[in-house]
């Protein structure tokens, strides 16, 4: 089976910092990143990264946010700095495979930011 297992989430005050970790498992994932879903808001690409290395970020979250991966343990890593409040939402790790034919998610994990 595949899994998501994502970890990190928490509460953090507006400059600080936070690091988000998902560990895939079930397959091997070319395609892995982070979106996020805010009240009221759809669900939005922060971040993604291949396995060559090739990363791509939403223009709200560049010069911030940090993605990285490590291939061997299909886990990928969201460097969160200088968090806003705006970054509140609920963060979902995403995994593509060609093999397996498709995108997984994880179940999500809470990042509130205070003001």
């Known amino acids: 089976q595949v899994q998501l297992v994502e970890s990190g989430g928490g509460l953090v005050q507006a400059g600080g910092s936070l690091r988000l970790s998902c560990a895939a498992s079930g397959g091997f994932f070319t395609i892995m990143g982070w979106y996020r879903q805010a009240p009221g808001k759809q669900r939005a690409l922060v971040a993604t990264i291949t396995t060559g290395g090739s990363t791509n970020y939403a223009d709200s979250v560049k010069d911030r946010f940090l993605i990285s991966r490590d291939n061997a343990k299909n886990t990928v890593y969201l460097q969160m700095n200088s968090l806003k409040p705006e970054d509140t939402a609920v963060y979902y790790c995403?995994?593509?495979?060609?093999?397996?034919?498709?995108?997984?998610w994880g179940q999500g994990t809470q990042v509130t930011v205070s003001s």
């Open positions: 995403n995994a593509y495979s060609g093999y397996l034919g498709g995108d997984y």
